[in-house]
């Protein structure tokens, strides 16, 4: 078989799992790895470094990492026979949790790399190369990290920026402040020097993101003087950079939903209406099992506030069945609100016991097949209520950023304010720009609609 990739220069395939830090984290490690020679692999055979970006957050994450390992065991052991060396790096929120652990189960690992560590990759790339064994790098230092990241290419119209990493909230459930440290906010000249750059490069969305993006705390940039900045006025200062159109922000704590930001989704047109704001559960009396600091009656007033600023918003949330503890009266609860709020989307997984954590030394876990019935319950009722959104915009025109090429010729793919997925039969020419869209219909996973004018249609 033919090698499809340039001989020149050497090759590097990630693969990232979890959430939108770690694909953020990924693509810095492309950027990183590139002024070394290293081209981007869409596959792993044959690659000369392999870095798996892993995630810690639920049990079946953090296995899938091991049975990848075993397949790249494989291929490694493939690519030595022809002459060759595949390094493999494990990076992310299991090699931070499970560094040592990871190296003893599987030898084949010559990198540990953690979330807070990986712009440190070339050295260690180096430093496997000069030395046999396994290297280890888990260290917490977050500023380090952002300040010695190369400038970044975009990829598209949209892109991530973290603006904030880490938790301090310590949930009960959660491995998070564990493996991604605590709560730390990137100053707002790095953020406005990141958001510049990608807009120059015709980014036009930027979704900013952090662990607990809400919390994100400033002091205001040079020149400005003030009071320390929340989320809602650095989203504003953002605004105000040519080339951007929208912005979002992701995910949100209830408990650090603050005035401020409040009144900026009601205000800023370029902030989408739409927010992720998970709950976790509705009964009162697992929310305080699960330290999540705020009543089922605090989170539903706090939408009606926010909802009162920016009528339009919509809602999507995380929820997590058979915690600890869990009667079905609890489980009601949840349904209950859930049918309160009315979410446009939303993501619920069954409880995971994670070692380390203060849920996996409770009482009264709940039976595995009682978390799969309230999970398959709760997961039919947020989906009608997701398919009852998407068909309330039949009949709207709604602003689509259009983001690539659909599956039809001459169809493109966008995203509509509220992030559904738009199919619309469109120009070439409107790929990276946002048009009117005339919604005129609903499939399963996204919508589809019609240019608004003939000039667009025709342009
Ligand atoms: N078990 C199940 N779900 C979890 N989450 C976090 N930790 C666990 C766990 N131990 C979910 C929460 C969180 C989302 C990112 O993952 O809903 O908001
Ligand atoms: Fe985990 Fe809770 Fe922090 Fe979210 S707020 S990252 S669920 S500890």
Redesign the pocket.
Known sequence: MTDPRPKQGKSVFIRTYG?QMNVYDSERMAGLLKPLGYGVAETPEGADLVILNTCH??EKAAEKVYSELGRLKRLKADKAKAGGEMKIAVAGCVAQAEGPEITARAPQVDMVVGPQAYHRLPELIAKAARERGDVLDTDFAVEEKFDRLAAREAEGPTAFLTVQEGCDKFCT???VPYTRGAEVSRNVDAIVAEARSLAAQGVKEITLIGQNVNAWASNPPAGVVGDQWGLGELCRHLARIDGIERIRFT?SHPRDMDDGLIAALGEEEKLMPYLHL?V?AGSDKILKAMNRGHTAEHYVKLIERIRAARPDIALSG???VGFPGETSEDFEATLALVDTVGYASA?S??????PG?P?AAMQKQVAEDEKDDRLARLQSLLERQRQAFNEAQIGAELPVLFEKPGRHEGQLIGRSPYLQSVHVEAPQSLLGSVAKVKIEGVTPNALAGALKTKEEAAA
């Open positions: 959430c957050i639920r459930f959660c491995v995910t998970p976790q995380d929820f997590i993501y997984f069954k409880y995971s016991r994670r954590t849920g």
